[in-house]
């Protein structure tokens, strides 16, 4: 471990995926140098409906992260609906700017460019197959020890940025607890083909067991993602593939349109699918993306998640790096803005999770939202946005119309000190 008392480097980031390449990449071009370690090598699979959406591609773009006109990806300007047995139901982006679309990005793609964007960058050194197993938060510097390339090696920095994913081993070594949610799920995914007619845009089928996810991809492919309840071990004792297609038929109209391919190689499973941590920082340290706390994909918000927190990265250590004002106190600003969009964006997927275990409320929901097309242009736009508030309360109120009581009656948690900001009633556990 080097001991010189001026650390070599301003920050070091854990994690060269969409929260760490894009920190990595604002701070580098800011003045400061910072090293972006990364477990894999690109490219590497990450598992994710892909479907980004308008606010996550604005972000995008503001960041530097896509040349502009060159998305690479496919454009979706709006989602459709199915659900309660009713015909599909098309929530279009129509009325929001000309240039707001979402983006069916290829993660395997998406993730490896925006590691080289950043580390294009000549304040930015990127290491991949480099793991960080060791931090040591000190006075004057955080030392970090990493297995690069097979090599252990040291490193110091003034900062130390964990982006390193739901799964975060950096949240783990600072010892911030974590809350499970109440609810398991697990999530299978695979590439299919459309059997005939194309999918035009990213489908979502709701049944009280689950949501499936279908985002259309270039060359005529479809990504087909299966949010389930249960716990993952159970259900996949068979393997991903055969999971896959017990699944599947729990979405029997998805079922007759999709082809699934032949091998077993292109079918993943993941859980779990969301987390909650008591705080995004500590002494010279900040957690962003789902290291922070992730988000049930219900809504599809992680990846624009991971995108704002790499940008209130940048905006609270900007001024705090060049005075050393990097202790807990200081950063504390970082979660306390954090905590604003999560929580509403966690309460806004919770509460869809209560509306779609229910199917007689969630039929009501969707009769409710086919009869008032103003209410449909508030749902877009809270989903394309990021904004679950866009929805307002009139909004949610016709929504839930007809839902039992307990979706009605539960109020947003507030924060104790012996338990997590959002859900008092569940104990925290260490990471
Ligand atoms: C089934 C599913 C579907 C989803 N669908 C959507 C969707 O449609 N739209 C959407 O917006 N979001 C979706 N999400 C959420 C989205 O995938 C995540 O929110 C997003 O990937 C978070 O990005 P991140 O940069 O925080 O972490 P990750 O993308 O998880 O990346 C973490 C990185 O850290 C690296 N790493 C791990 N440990 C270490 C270590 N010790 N040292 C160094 N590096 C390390 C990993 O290799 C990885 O590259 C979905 C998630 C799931 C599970």
Redesign the pocket.
Known sequence: MVSSPEPELDVII????????TAAHLLGAAGFRVLL????SFP?P????????PS?VRLLHQAGMLEAGNPGGVPFKGIRLIAGGLPALSLGFNHLRAHDYGLVVD?LKL?AQMAARAARCPNVTLLER????FVDFGETAVEVL?DVKGVRQGFRARVLLG????????RRLAGVPICRPRRKRF?L?ALGRPRQDDFETVEVYFTSRGEA?V?PRRGGRVTI?L?IDGTAAGALRGGARSSFEAALELFPELRSRVALPRGSDTFEA?AP?SLMTDRAHGNRLLL????AG??D?IT???????LR?ACLALAVLKPRIPRDRLLAGELSEFTRKRNKYFSSAWRFAERLLDLFENPAAARKAVLALRRRPALQERLAEALALGRPELLGWYGRARMLAGAPVSIWMKKAAKPSSRSCSFCRSRVPSRG
């Open positions: 854990a994690g060269a995926s969409l929260a760490g390449s370690l990364e477990k894999a590497r990450k598992i994710c409906g892909e479907g980004l959406m996550g993660r993730d480099s793991a960080v197993k990493a982006a390193d994913g739901i799964r975060s081993e950096v999530a995914r996810y985002a993602s949010l993941t699918l962003i993306g789902d290291a992730a988000v994909p599809g918000q992680g990846m624009t998640l991971a927190d």
